[in-house]
């Protein structure tokens, strides 16, 4: 099956401060943009990421080819047990996603 890394230029996450995350999903082309935002719906990144959707924000930024969601951080940036400092790990559950055929 197709995985969101297969139809995406980038995904990176990164630390929004010490208290949020931050994923941006880039696209290099507005084909790919339209089944990104198919296949990273609110509910599917929610469950990925293992929080909420009342948790999650979402900004699609068509201009740009751009999805970013941002979330709380399960740990506090910087505490004892904060395993992933920069928050980078992140972005691999999102590259990880189903792509569905439709998509």
Same mark, same amino acid.
Do not use: E, H
């Given at each position: 099956m197709t995985k969101m890394a297969d139809i995406t230029q /980038?995904?990176?996450? /990164?630390? $929004?401060?010490?208290?949020?995350?931050?994923?941006?999903?880039?696209?290099?082309?507005?084909? $790919?943009?339209?089944? $990104?935002?198919v296949a990273a719906d609110s509910e599917r990144v929610a469950h990925a990421l293992g929080i909420s959707v009342s948790n999650l924000k979402r900004y699609d930024l068509p201009d740009l080819r751009v999805l970013k969601f941002s979330f709380p951080r399960p740990i506090v940036q910087g505490t004892r047990f904060d395993r992933d400092m920069h928050g980078a790990s992140f972005a691999n559950l999102i590259a990880e996603l189903d792509v569905p055929p439709n998509a």
């Open positions: /980038k995904i990176r996450s /990164k630390n $929004a401060g010490p208290f949020w995350i931050t994923i941006d999903v880039f696209c290099a082309d507005d084909a $790919a943009y339209t089944r $990104a935002l």
